[in-house]
């Protein structure tokens, strides 16, 4: 909560934007120095999605690693800025993004490969 002193008031800060923020860069961390060892969950669905595989030691500017890493990375630097500038209804959405299309793409994959 922020207190204001000119204007005597106060300010609830949002709680749940900068930990989604946080996880989106923490994933893209994450993927950029344990690719190896996140190769073994992530590879398969990027090959199924893009029907391109990306292997186990990529160039971090290759195209389909860079989305892996990059999307999330932007999402929460670009969410967490909005935030602090006070655009939550923009802030929101972007912050989710990645998120929920990784999620999507998780469900899709395991469905597919379930049947």
């Known amino acids: 909560m922020d207190i204001s002193l000119y204007q005597k008031t106060t300010t609830k800060r949002p709680v749940l934007l900068p930990v989604l923020a946080a996880v989106n860069v923490a994933f893209a961390i994450i993927c950029l120095v344990a690719w190896p060892h996140v190769a073994v969950w992530l590879d398969p669905i990027v090959r199924w999605v ?23 990375a932007g999402a929460g630097i670009i969410g967490w800025t909005l935030a602090e500038c006070g655009a939550m209804a923009l802030a929101r959405p972007i912050t989710l993004f990645p998120l929920l299309y990784a999620a999507a793409a998780v469900f899709v994959t395991l469905a597919d490969l379930a049947s």
């Open 50 to 72: 893009g029907g391109v595989s990306i292997g186990a030691h990529p160039r971090p500017m290759s195209l389909p690693f860079m989305l892996v890493w990059l999307v999330p």
